[in-house]
């Protein structure tokens, strides 16, 4: 029989653009290593560009809330044509409802324990209308099949962990993927990065330093593994900022081709933090740490990639300010803004919903807009124009010629990295390009920018 996986298109933003930041989809890797052999398995990912949707006995569809309208649609045409369809992810486990409404059966949580129970049902005609992934053990998930995959993704991927004891309010992975974090086990994950063919490597876990003594053991260890064997490898990882507390790690992990790390600093104001439950942050903040952490980080070899959130309840137009201030004095490498997006499955999303200030919610349309660019309520001290034209003013001051050419010598200089800067270069690029060429991109008015936001020329 034919199983036909699908990504769906996505609505991108940021470096997402960009055919440098172009990374296969695993968790579909991960479905097909625990399909049956009795199986031939096409993968099809639609952000790689154009492409053919084959006959099919049963397809497999995944998706972010930004590209779920678009998975509902190819749903929706092979349904028509008599095939079933199951859908899983992270958006439809949080809207389950919504999903049944486009195909026969959805998945909710980490499918890989269930789906061969599913496939049986499937082979018997018995499928439900819901199964519950639940929490897979990953100690014992077979290793993901790259076989399927096209050839031509600049970046490969490789998940260690799952799970995060946290409670962002903005954020849905404790909901999906749980409270507790998981690693894998060590043979594995070295036994997959050696089967991956690309130089660069996309380390998906949401926070690779973990939160436990024993998570930084195993993060020194795979570290020093992947130098033992000289895999030749370059990574870009995610991290808390709490990473810079430990230079001698840091001094490791570029060593061990780590070169840049995307840093979830999401405000440098402490009420935002707080509004956000942003709580590790806000100790940082309150401790004056973060300028020290990100120094230390750089110090060491490795570009930081900061992550901000602007535009919620908290900000205001002096948020603005700050945030500008801060990306300057702090010399981050690589910027990322994003508004605040009520995603599914957040308490962000319940408060927002409750309180009936979502702008638009007829979905599965309004789904499209949730891309993490787009302003989707009301702040309370601000108007959704405030947001757009603060953006704006950060961006349209940050890539300007003169900052620019300084921020690119100053990381060649200060992590002493031609690798890293390369990265930076290129990684900050893909921002500017998609900043630029974005639909919500105008002919703003500079100096009345400048005026609005208080800006100081540098």
Same mark, same amino acid.
């Given at each position: 029989?034919?199983?036909?996986?699908?990504?769906?298109?996505?609505?991108?933003?940021?470096?997402?653009?960009?055919?440098?930041?172009?990374?296969?989809?695993?968790?579909?890797?991960?479905?097909?290593?625990?399909?049956?052999?009795?199986?031939?398995?096409?993968?099809?990912?639609?952000?790689?560009?154009?492409?053919?949707?084959?006959?099919? +006995?049963?397809?497999?569809?995944?998706?972010?809330?930004?590209?779920?309208?678009?998975?509902?649609?190819?749903?929706?045409?092979y349904r028509q044509k008599g095939v079933p369809v199951i859908m899983g992810g992270i958006h439809v486990s949080?809207?389950?409802?919504?999903?049944?409404?486009?195909?026969?059966?959805?998945?909710?949580?980490?499918?890989?324990?269930?789906?061969?129970?599913?496939?049986?049902?499937?082979?018997?005609?018995?499928?439900?209308?819901?199964?519950?992934?639940?929490?897979?053990?990953?100690?014992?998930?077979?290793?993901?099949? %790259?076989?399927?995959?096209?050839?031509?993704?600049?970046?490969?991927?490789?998940?260690?962990?799952?799970?995060?004891?946290?409670?962002?309010?903005?954020?849905?992975?404790?909901?999906?993927?749980?409270?507790?974090?998981?690693?894998?086990?060590?043979?594995?994950?070295?036994?997959?990065?050696?089967?991956?063919?690309?130089?660069?490597?996309?380390?998906?876990?949401?926070?690779?330093?973990?939160?436990?003594?024993s998570d930084r053991y195993w993060l020194s260890e795979f570290l020093a593994k992947v130098r033992e064997l000289?895999?030749?490898?370059?990574?870009?990882?995610?991290?808390?900022?709490?990473?810079?507390?430990?230079?001698?790690?840091? %001094?490791?992990?570029?060593?061990?081709?780590?070169?840049?790390?995307?840093?979830?600093?999401?405000?440098?104001?402490?009420?935002?933090?707080?509004?956000?439950?942003?709580?590790?942050?806000?100790?940082?903040?309150? %401790?004056?740490?973060?300028?020290?952490?990100?120094?230390?980080?750089?110090?060491?070899?490795?570009?930081?990639?900061?992550?901000?959130?602007?535009?919620?309840?908290?900000?205001?137009?002096?948020?603005?300010?700050?945030?500008?201030?801060?990306?300057?004095?702090?010399?981050?490498?690589?910027?990322?803004?994003?508004?605040?997006?009520?995603?599914?499955?957040?308490?962000?999303?319940?408060?927002?919903?409750?309180?009936?200030?979502?702008?638009?919610?007829?979905?599965?349309?309004? @789904?499209?807009?949730?891309?993490?660019?787009?302003?989707?309520?009301?702040?309370?001290?601000?108007?959704?124009?405030?947001?757009?034209?603060?953006?704006? @003013?950060?961006?349209?001051?940050?890539?300007?010629?003169?900052?620019?050419?300084?921020?690119?010598?100053?990381?060649?200089?200060?992590?002493?990295?031609?690798?890293?800067?390369?990265?930076?270069?290129?990684?900050?690029?893909?921002?500017?390009?998609?900043?630029?060429?974005?639909?919500?991109?105008? +002919?703003?008015?500079?100096?009345?920018?400048?005026?609005?936001?208080?800006?100081?020329?540098?």
């Amino acid at each position: 029989m034919h199983l036909v996986l699908i990504n769906p298109l996505s609505k991108k933003s940021g470096a997402g653009t960009s055919k440098f930041s172009n990374f296969p989809p695993l968790s579909l890797s991960f479905i097909a290593a625990v399909t049956s052999s009795n199986y031939r398995i096409t993968l099809i990912d639609e952000n790689m560009g154009k492409c053919h949707f084959p006959e099919a +006995d049963l397809i497999g569809i995944t998706g972010y809330t930004s590209a779920i309208k678009r998975g509902y649609q190819i749903a929706t045409r092979y349904r028509q044509k008599g095939v079933p369809v199951i859908m899983g992810g992270i958006h439809v486990s949080m809207l389950a409802d919504e999903a049944l409404k486009y195909c026969d059966s959805v998945v909710t949580g980490e499918a890989e324990l269930i789906w061969p129970s599913v496939l049986k049902d499937f082979e018997n005609g018995t499928l439900k209308r819901i199964y519950e992934g639940g929490f897979a053990d990953i100690k014992k998930l077979p290793l993901p099949r %790259r076989d399927i995959l096209r050839s031509d993704y600049y970046w490969g991927t490789l998940q260690t962990s799952r799970g995060c004891p946290l409670k962002c309010n903005f954020c849905s992975v404790s909901a999906f993927n749980g409270h507790r974090f998981r690693r894998r086990t060590m043979n594995d994950v070295i036994s997959e990065l050696k089967q991956i063919k690309q130089k660069l490597i996309w380390l998906i876990d949401d926070n690779i330093i973990g939160f436990k003594v024993s998570d930084r053991y195993w993060l020194s260890e795979f570290l020093a593994k992947v130098r033992e064997l000289k895999l030749n490898k370059i990574f870009f990882a995610q991290s808390s900022i709490q990473i810079g507390e430990y230079p001698d790690l840091l %001094r490791l992990a570029n060593k061990a081709g780590i070169k840049i790390i995307l840093l979830g600093i999401e405000s440098v104001e402490e009420q935002s933090l707080k509004s956000l439950n942003k709580s590790l942050n806000s100790s940082m903040l309150r %401790r004056n740490k973060y300028y020290e952490l990100i120094n230390t980080i750089r110090k060491s070899g490795i570009g930081v990639l900061g992550s901000f959130i602007l535009g919620s309840d908290t900000d205001s137009l002096r948020s603005f300010k700050a945030t500008y201030d801060f990306i300057r004095k702090s010399r981050i490498d690589i910027l990322q803004l994003m508004k605040a997006t009520p995603l599914p499955g957040t308490k962000f999303y319940e408060k927002l919903d409750s309180e009936n200030r979502i702008i638009d919610k007829n979905y599965p349309n309004a @789904w499209d807009e949730y891309r993490l660019t787009r302003m989707l309520f009301e702040p309370k001290n601000l108007s959704v124009r405030d947001v757009y034209e603060g953006f704006a @003013w950060i961006k349209l001051n940050y890539y300007r010629w003169p900052v620019k050419i300084r921020r690119y010598l100053r990381t060649i200089i200060e992590t002493k990295d031609i690798v890293t800067a390369y990265l930076v270069y290129h990684f900050d690029k893909g921002y500017e390009v998609s900043f630029k060429t974005s639909e919500i991109f105008e +002919d703003f008015n500079m100096e009345y920018l400048n005026r609005k936001f208080n800006h100081r020329k540098n």
